[in-house]
C-alpha cells in the first residue's frame, strides 16, 4: 500500500545520510521515578531545538509538584546556548505529568501534540466528569499535527507520522536520521507498549509499528520508555529499525498481526495501572496545566471510585 508520510520519512532520512542536510544532536533525560526518557534534540548549525516528552516531578501522596527534572533540561539548554522552537508530546502520557508549560515559561516552545487529542479529551472528559469548562477541541494547545505533516527545526527537516494503538493520538516524530516513536515500540528485549487504555487499540499498535519499522533499517529509534528486561542491569532507550525487526520479542519480522493481538490482549490485562494514571491523564489532557482552580484558588485531582 503507498504510504506517502513513510515514502516523505524516508528520503528525509537519505537526505542526512548524504550529507545534505545535518545529523540531529540528541540529549535524553531518564527519569527513573516514572521510567519515562525525555529527549532534546536540536540542529548543530543552528541550535534550534524541540523538547519530547519532558516530565513534571509528582509526589502522588502529598499532591505536589516539582521541577528538578525540568530543571536539568533548562540547565542543559542555556549551557549549549539552544533556543527552544517546539514542545512536543507523543501523545497524552498516563505514567507521568508533562512539564511542557513550566518549560515553555522558561525556555519558550510551541506546544504540539497529534490532532486525535481531541478523541483522548473526549473518553477522558466524560471518564473524569470534567464538566462544560474543559474544551475537547484541543485548544489547550498550540498545534495539532496530522500524519505526513512536515516542518523543519533549524535545518534539520521533521516528519510527522501517526502511530495510534497505546492511544488513538500517539504520533513519531522523524527528525532528521531519527525516530521520536513515543508509545509504540521498547527496546528489542522488552517489546511493545501496552494497548489497553480507553481509546487503545491492539491491531492498530501492530500496524503502526509495522509502518515506523518500514523506514530504513538504519533509523536510530528513541523511546519514551524503558524498564529494564531480565538479564538488563542499565536502562536503555536508543535502537534501530534493524536491531528491532531482528530482535524485538514482541513484534520481530515474521510475528503475524494476529498472534501479536493475542499476546498483546493476554499481557495487557495482567497490568496494573499506571501509578500517576489519574493525576497524569487530567494535567496531560489540559496539555499540562491544572485543572482550573476551585472557588478557593486551589486546583483538584479527582479520582472517579470504581470507574477504571
Ligand atoms: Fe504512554
Known amino acids: 500500500m503507498?504510504?506517502?508520510?513513510?515514502?516523505?520519512?524516508?528520503?528525509?532520512?537519505?537526505?542526512?545520510?548524504?550529507?545534505?542536510?545535518?545529523?540531529?544532536?540528541?540529549?535524553?533525560?531518564?527519569?527513573?521515578?516514572?521510567?519515562?526518557?525525555?529527549?532534546?534534540?536540536?540542529?548543530?548549525i543552528t541550535k534550534r531545538a524541540a523538547i519530547l516528552d519532558s516530565v513534571l516531578d509528582y509526589d502522588a501522596a502529598a499532591g505536589r509538584t516539582s521541577n528538578g527534572s525540568a530543571q536539568a533540561i533548562v540547565d542543559y539548554v542555556r549551557r549549549e546556548?539552544?533556543?527552544?522552537?517546539?514542545?512536543?508530546?507523543?501523545?497524552?502520557?498516563?505514567?507521568?505529568?508533562?512539564?511542557?508549560?513550566?518549560?515553555?515559561?522558561?525556555?519558550?516552545?510551541?506546544?504540539?501534540?497529534?490532532?486525535?487529542?481531541?478523541?483522548?479529551?473526549?473518553?477522558?472528559?466524560?471518564?473524569?466528569?470534567?464538566?462544560?469548562?474543559?474544551?475537547?477541541?484541543?485548544?489547550?494547545?498550540?498545534?495539532?499535527?496530522?500524519?505526513?505533516?512536515?516542518?523543519?527545526?533549524?535545518?534539520?527537516?521533521?516528519?510527522?507520522?501517526?502511530v495510534p494503538g497505546h492511544t488513538p493520538a500517539d504520533m513519531a516524530f522523524v527528525i532528521g536520521n531519527c525516530a521520536f516513536v513515543g508509545d509504540t515500540i521498547f527496546m528489542?528485549?522488552?517489546?511493545?507498549?501496552?494497548?489497553?487504555?480507553?481509546?487503545?487499540?491492539?491491531?492498530?499498535?501492530?500496524?503502526?509499528?509495522?509502518?515506523?519499522?518500514?523506514?530504513?533499517?538504519?533509523?536510530?529509534?528513541?523511546?519514551?520508555?524503558d524498564y529494564k528486561a531480565p538479564d538488563r542491569e542499565d536502562y536503555a532507550w536508543l535502537t534501530t529499525v534493524a536491531l528491532e525487526r531482528a530482535h524485538n520479542i514482541h513484534v520481530h519480522d515474521g510475528v503475524s498481526e494476529d498472534d501479536f493481538v493475542a499476546m498483546r490482549t493476554t499481557r495487557d490485562a495482567t497490568l496494573a495501572m499506571p501509578k500517576l494514571l489519574m493525576p497524569s491523564v487530567q494535567v496531560n489532557m489540559r496539555g499540562g496545566h491544572m485543572p482550573e482552580p476551585e472557588a478557593d484558588g486551589i486546583s483538584y485531582i479527582k479520582i472517579p471510585v470504581n470507574r477504571l
Open 81 to 162: 546556548g539552544l533556543s527552544v522552537d517546539w514542545q512536543l508530546e507523543t501523545h497524552a502520557h498516563a505514567d507521568h505529568l508533562s512539564a511542557a508549560p513550566w518549560l515553555q515559561e522558561q525556555l519558550g516552545g510551541k506546544l504540539g501534540i497529534g490532532a486525535n487529542i481531541v478523541r483522548v479529551q473526549n473518553v477522558f472528559g466524560k471518564i473524569f466528569n470534567a464538566g462544560t469548562r474543559f474544551a475537547r477541541d484541543g485548544s489547550q494547545f498550540d498545534h495539532l499535527f496530522q500524519d505526513g505533516e512536515t516542518f523543519s527545526i533549524g535545518d534539520l527537516p521533521v516528519t510527522v507520522l501517526h
Open 2 to 44: 503507498p504510504d506517502a508520510a513513510i515514502d516523505a520519512a524516508t528520503a528525509q532520512i537519505g537526505r542526512v545520510q548524504s550529507g545534505e542536510v545535518p545529523s540531529p544532536v540528541v540529549c535524553t533525560f531518564f527519569d527513573e521515578a516514572t521510567n519515562t526518557a525525555s529527549h532534546v534534540v536540536h540542529c548543530p
Open 188 to 225: 528489542p528485549d522488552f517489546g511493545t507498549a501496552r494497548a489497553d487504555f480507553p481509546g487503545g487499540d491492539a491491531r492498530q499498535l501492530f500496524q503502526s509499528i509495522r509502518r515506523l519499522l518500514s523506514l530504513p533499517e538504519e533509523t536510530r529509534l528513541f523511546l519514551c520508555h
